[in-house]
Nanobody
């Protein structure tokens, strides 16, 4: 079974920093994209940042210049460094990976369980 396990959420004051981590485990053949999404109360889940296996990054406009996504292919892990946090960054952050499990022909999206990030003003 493939799993995505997140860590690093918590409570921080505005202007502070947090680093999220997400590791993929289980029998998988390849990952082509990993990323982070977030969902605030009463709002739809939205993209935060993505990273392809080739190193291409994509960021939501609201986090550009403040958040940095990076990865370690060997460890099957993606990180999200969040600086200059704002109260509006408060949300549950979900890790996402588009990957191909062993024995499967196609790539499919997988989600982590989510980690809470709360930024106080």
């Amino acid at each position: 079974q493939v799993q995505l396990v997140e860590s690093g959420g918590g409570l921080v004051q505005a202007g502070g920093s947090l680093r999220l981590s997400c590791a993929a485990s289980g029998s998988l053949y390849n990952i082509n994209t990993m990323g982070w999404y977030r969902q605030a109360p009463g709002k739809q889940r939205e993209l935060v940042a993505t990273l392809t296996s080739g190193g291409t990054t994509n960021y939501a406009d609201s986090v550009k210049g403040r958040f940095t996504i990076s990865g370690d292919n060997a460890k099957r892990t993606v990180y999200l460094q969040m600086n200059s946090l704002k109260p509006e960054d408060t949300a549950v952050y979900f890790c996402n990976a588009n990957l191909r499990p062993f024995g499967d022909t196609y790539y499919r999206p997988y989600w982590g369980q989510g980690t809470q990030v709360t930024v106080s003003s």
